[in-house]
C-alpha cells in the first residue's frame, strides 16, 4: 500500500533563509509525486508535481522539490522563505499504475517569521 | 475559467440527520474526487469519479457514498451523521482524460458541522 509521512508537523524559518519541509513515501513501484499548499480557510492549491525525468522539479512561488529514489523522498525547498509563504503544506504520492487514489501526508505547517 | 465550486460552504446538522454536498468542476474536468480533512487525520480520500463511474473509493462506512452526473458535477451523501463526521470536506477536479498524474484543482470546501 501506498503511504507518505511528513515528518514534521511544525517548520519555523526566519524570512530570507532558505525553507525545507520534508517528504518521504512508501510505494511499490514508480510514483507520481505533488505538493499543495492551503491557506487558512481555503481550498488546496497545486504547488508541483514529479511525474518522471529530472528530480528537480520547479514549480510556483519560487518553490522547487527534489525527487531522491533511493530515500524515497520528495522534500520541498525554497531559497528566501517569504512571510507570505506561511501556510500548511502537503505532499502526496500515487501509484504510477493501477487504479490508486492520491494519497496525502497529514501536512506540515510552516510559519515564517519576519 | 471558473474554479471548483462546492455548495454549501457551511453546514449545521444534527446527528442521525443526512447531509448531501454538492461539487461543480472546472469545466471540461471530467475527474472529480472528494476528501475529508480533519485536524488529526488530514486528508483522507473518499471517492474518485471519472465520466460517471467510481473509480476508487476510500476506506470509510457505507454512510458516505457519492455520485457523478453526465456533466461532471458531483454529490456526496452522509446518512445517519455522527459527530466525527464534522469535518471540511473538500472537492477536487482533474484535466484531461482522468490520467494519474494530473493535478488536482480543490475548492474551497463545505464545513460540517455535527452537533
Known amino acids: 500500500a501506498q503511504s507518505v509521512a511528513q515528518p514534521e508537523d511544525q517548520v519555523n524559518v526566519a524570512e530570507g533563509n532558505p525553507l525545507t519541509v520534508k517528504c518521504t513515501y512508501s510505494?511499490?513501484?514508480?510514483?507520481?509525486l505533488f505538493w499543495y499548499v492551503q491557506y487558512p480557510n481555503r481550498g488546496l492549491q497545486f504547488l508541483l508535481k514529479?511525474?518522471?525525468?529530472?528530480?528537480l522539479v520547479k514549480g510556483s512561488y519560487g518553490f522547487e522539490a527534489e525527487f531522491n529514489k533511493s530515500q524515497t523522498s520528495f522534500h520541498l525547498k525554497k531559497p528566501s522563505a517569504l512571510v507570505s509563504d506561511s501556510a500548511l503544506y502537503f505532499c502526496?504520492?500515487?501509484?504510477?499504475?493501477?487504479?490508486?487514489?492520491?494519497?496525502f501526508g497529514k501536512g506540515t505547517r510552516l510559519s515564517v517569521i519576519a | 475559467k471558473a474554479g471548483v465550486t462546492q455548495t454549501p460552504r457551511y453546514l449545521i446538522k444534527t446527528r442521525g440527520q443526512q447531509v448531501t454536498l454538492s461539487c461543480s468542476p472546472i469545466s471540461g474536468h471530467r475527474s472529480v474526487s472528494w476528501y475529508q480533512q480533519t485536524p488529526g487525520q488530514g486528508l483522507q480520500f473518499l471517492f474518485e469519479y471519472f465520466s460517471e463511474t467510481q473509480r476508487n473509493k476510500g476506506n470509510f462506512p457505507g454512510r458516505f457514498s457519492g455520485r457523478q452526473f453526465s456533466n461532471s458535477r458531483s454529490e456526496m451523501n452522509v446518512s445517519t451523521l455522527e459527530l466525527g463526521d464534522s469535518a471540511l470536506y473538500l472537492c477536487?477536479?482533474?484535466?484531461?482524460?482522468?490520467?494519474?498524474?494530473?493535478?488536482?484543482?480543490f475548492g474551497p470546501g463545505t464545513r460540517l458541522t455535527v452537533l
Open positions: 477536487a477536479s482533474s484535466p484531461g482524460q482522468g490520467s494519474l498524474y494530473n493535478e488536482q484543482f
Open positions: 502526496a504520492v500515487r501509484f504510477q499504475s493501477g487504479n490508486t487514489p492520491l494519497v
Open positions: 514529479y511525474i518522471t525525468g529530472d528530480n
Open positions: 510505494v511499490s513501484g514508480n510514483p507520481y
